[in-house]
């Protein structure tokens, strides 16, 4: 069950197609300061995928749609391991996660994966342009945002 749950997840990653409009209803998200993400794919994002990347109003028109069209394309840049305090790949990132777009329609500005055992792994893929990063784990479609180190 734990097998077929994971593909399916991945599944719905790979095809960042995005969701009927009531799974998308109301264009504001709850927002919360501080998050623990103990449990990976327990409270998956529910909303469009690309269209996240528009609640990032700090970066520059231009770039976000760069991003969206990227993701739409699933022409990331790379996949990384996320561990509890790193996020390696072939770049080099910062271990933090900060934004992360979950549930059904929430926010959270600034993630913790203090709860992680050392072994504790997840897969994200991740999309860079001009110096800005989107991550989107494949356990469960939260979209979020990491820098380059």
Not at 103 to 128: F, H, I, K
């Amino acid at each position: 069950m734990a097998g077929m749950l994971g593909t399916l997840c991945l599944v719905g990653v790979m095809s960042m197609a995005p969701l009927p409009a009531y799974a998308k209803a109301g264009a504001r998200a709850d927002v919360l300061e501080n998050c623990s993400w103990n449990r990976p794919g327990v409270d998956p994002y529910m909303g469009d995928v690309v269209g996240a990347v528009d609640r990032y109003t700090d970066i520059a028109p231009q770039v976000r749609e760069q991003l969206k069209e990227r993701m739409r394309a699933r022409q990331y840049d790379e996949i990384v391991v996320i561990s509890r305090d790193a996020i390696r790949g072939k770049g080099n990132y910062n271990a933090r996660i900060s934004e992360m777009h979950f549930g059904p329609g929430r926010v959270c500005r600034n993630v913790t994966r203090a709860g992680w055992s050392d072994q504790m792994q997840e897969r994200g893929l991740v999309y860079c342009v001009q110096g800005q990063c989107i991550l989107v784990p494949t356990v469960c479609r939260n979209v979020s945002r990491i820098t380059q180190t």
